[in-house]
Nanobody, 119 residues
């Protein structure tokens, strides 16, 4: 059973920084990719950034230059470093893990952590 637990969400002023953490049960090498998604109030869940097993990263344009996804294989952790936060970054942030098998893709989710950017 895959378990993902996020932490690090908080209330922060515009321009501030936060680091979100995702703790995975077991080795994260078992995941083909891991990602951070977010869902704002009244909005659909969207991908923020992803990192593959071999360390390749992608992110959406609105966070490029501000957010950085990284992983610590020894600690089975994935992080999202968020700088220069804006009010539009306010959302519940979810950690996601993906396992691919022939003919099937399995996605696992954490419970989410709230990030609120407000003065």
């Amino acid at each position: 059973q895959v378990q993902l637990v996020e932490s690090g969400g908080d209330l922060v002023q515009p321009g501030g920084s936060l680091r979100l953490s995702c703790a995975a049960s077991g080795s994260i090498f078992s995941f083909d990719a891991m990602g951070w998604y977010r869902q704002g109030s009244g909005k659909e869940r969207e991908l923020v950034a992803r990192i593959t097993r071999d360390g390749r990263t992608t992110s959406i344009d609105s966070v490029k230059g501000r957010f950085t996804i990284s992983r610590d294989n020894a600690k089975n952790m994935v992080y999202l470093e968020m700088n220069n936060l804006k009010s539009e970054d306010t959302a519940v942030y979810y950690c996601e893990a993906e396992i691919r098998r022939p003919g099937a893709i399995f996605n696992y989710w954490g419970q989410g952590t709230q990030v609120t950017v407000s003065s």
